[in-house]
């Protein structure tokens, strides 16, 4: 792994940070543990992806709609 992988690797966990701030603010009923535990389980389906760039965004999109469908289904 060179210095430039980490550097990619840190800050797609500071946007998945980032990403999991916004849907707490988003989802405020909503428990951060909970929140917390999509964003890891979306984050591992994404291991090994070759292009990381859009990964939080993507985590992030299906976070919210699984919150939603999670909503919707109370």
Same mark, same amino acid.
């Given at each position: 792994m060179t210095i430039d992988d980490r550097q990619n690797e840190n800050d797609e966990d500071l946007a998945v940070e980032h990403a999991a701030e916004r849907l707490a603010d988003r989802f405020p009923e909503v428990p951060r543990e909970h929140i *917390? *535990?999509? %964003? =890891? $389980?979306?984050? =591992? =389906?994404f291991d090994g992806a070759p292009v990381r760039d859009f990964v939080p965004v993507l985590i992030e999109?299906? %976070? $919210?709609?699984e919150l939603n469908a999670e909503e919707r289904a109370d």
């Open positions: *917390e *535990e999509l %964003v =890891e $389980k979306h984050h =591992e =389906e999109h299906d %976070v $919210k709609q």
